[in-house]
């Protein structure tokens, strides 16, 4: 009879517990970008999940002894992970991002809900595709990283939130997601029953929608050049008439929310007006969405500076939403020069 080959995830781990940091290295980097994607959805930021994960690891590393095996290792790290995520959670961030002042000061009269959030890069999205190979989990994964989806979730009290994301998106059981949260299987389920009726009415709201109809790659990138092409140019009604009737426009973590396109079209009325190349747009991809890198020219150095990205949510052969993050340091992420 031939032997089971050994799990050499167990020879690492036992070569961690033994004080092998190398070891302890190998056997988390396996799991550090579903880490990082799950603080991301927890905490909707990019760089706070890098923050979030850093402590994780470094916690992870500390208590190692106490790790017991009563649950898989990935359940402990997630365990961990949850566990500061929703600590991170309250320390003060200052948003310094250079916003138009048309822009600050519709902010000011908002009574919409301030929510922190920024994009994914699709390129590190794709790790985790690659190692699971299944075509299910990659329409899981697309749902669970929607902007809108991401928002709705953040507006959850910590708990609800955690519930949520630990049983409906990453699929631990109820018991395993009541230990992760040192709580009981009843409070997990009564909170999980809260979270999605709150979300229900996040969607009967208009806030959540119903999955979208993913586009062909020639009607996305028809979309994208022409949305470009209008941009360039501020042709408002051209911008307009790429939209869905009931598109919705905001700018996380500014409090602004424009839907439909009347409201679109008074939203880029006010924009202010500049030269033709005053903007370089470079298409990217973010959250399983067409986006666009942007680029604003200065005339001092002649130089275009990174300014932020614009997240394009298309349905079937309209723009259904779009989240524009004005925040230069986002684009070294996705892999592109500060200036160009």
Excluded at 65 to 70: H, L, P, T, V, W
Excluded at 108 to 125: C, F, G, H, K, V
Excluded at 200 to 220: F, K, S, V, Y
Aim: proline share 6%.
């Amino acid at each position: 009879m031939a032997s089971v080959p050994a799990d050499p995830r167990q020879d690492q781990l036992a070569a961690a517990l033994a004080g092998d940091q190398d070891a302890f290295g190998a056997l988390t980097d396996r799991y550090r970008r579903e880490l990082h994607v799950h603080c991301y959805r927890l905490l909707g930021s990019f760089q706070d999940a890098e923050d979030a994960v850093q402590e994780t690891l470094m916690r992870a590393w500390r208590h190692l002894a106490s790790f017991e095996g009563r649950s898989s290792f990935r359940a402990w790290l997630y365990r961990l992970a949850t566990n500061v995520a929703l600590t991170q959670r309250n320390r003060p961030r200052i948003v310094t991002q250079p916003f138009p002042q048309v822009l600050a000061d519709a902010a000011s009269s908002s009574s919409e809900p301030a929510i922190r959030l920024s994009p994914y890069p699709d390129a590190l999205l794709d790790e985790l595709t690659a190692t699971s190979g299944d075509p299910a989990a990659e329409i899981e994964l697309r749902e669970s990283v929607q902007l809108a989806f991401l928002a709705a979730v953040q507006l959850l009290p910590p708990r609800q939130r955690a519930a949520l994301i630990l049983r409906d998106v990453v699929g631990f059981p109820a018991d395993a997601v009541a230990e992760m949260l040192e709580s009981t299987t009843d409070s997990v389920n009564s909170a999980l029953k809260r979270a999605r009726a709150t979300l229900e009415q996040q969607r009967t709201a208009g806030r959540l929608t119903e999955r979208r109809a993913a586009p062909t790659d020639e009607i996305a990138a028809s979309l994208v050049r022409r949305y470009s092409e209008a941009w360039q140019v501020m042709d408002v009604a051209g911008l307009v008439g790429l939209l869905a009737q009931d598109v919705v426009l905001s700018m996380p973590p500014l409090p602004l929310r424009y839907v439909g396109r009347e409201a679109a079209f008074q939203f880029f009325a006010m924009l202010p007006k500049g030269p033709v190349d005053r903007f370089r747009l470079v298409t990217t991809r973010a959250n399983r969405q067409s986006a666009l890198a942007v680029y604003r020219h200065d005339a001092q150095d002649g130089t275009y500076h990174a300014w932020g990205i614009w997240v394009l949510t298309v349905d079937r052969d309209v723009i259904a939403e779009v989240t524009a993050f004005v925040d230069p340091t986002l684009l070294p992420r996705f892999g592109l020069p500060e200036t160009t």
